[in-house]
């Protein structure tokens, strides 16, 4: 699994960049207390239960608190068959902190 620093993300969005999904498998209090624009949100128990739901041609941006649920779900996605997924290194926190700082933190 690849990562990709909020940095560089926000670089990547800023380049309209269509073939990027941002997939947040926080629960959905978190969620609506921040997010990243432009993702979705399925939360890590659902995941399984939706992975034929996503385009497996599209990179995946996996996204959570902290990073750590992500890269799990990330593995779990690889295992899936998945070939193209990255995580979000510090997740919506490091995002809050090095990219948007008018985001609530918690």
């Not at 380049?15 to 990027?20: G, H």
């Not at 949100?41 to 990179?59: C, G, N």
């Not at 941006?61 to 998945?82: D, K, P, T």
Request: aromatic fraction near 8%.
């Amino acid at each position: 699994m690849h990562r990709i620093t909020p940095g560089q993300l926000a670089h990547r969005l800023q380049s309209a960049d269509n073939n990027l999904l941002l997939l947040d498998v926080r629960e959905p209090w978190e969620f609506e207390y921040c997010h990243i624009p432009g993702s979705i949100l399925i939360p890590m128990a659902e995941l399984p239960s939706h992975l034929d739901e996503l385009d497996r041609e599209k990179e995946i941006i996996m996204i959570c608190h902290h990073g750590i649920r992500s890269r799990q779900m990330g593995y779990y996605m690889e295992q899936a068959g998945f070939k193209n997924i990255v995580n979000l290194e510090g997740g919506v926190e490091d995002w809050a902190r090095d990219v948007d700082n008018s985001m609530r933190r918690y």
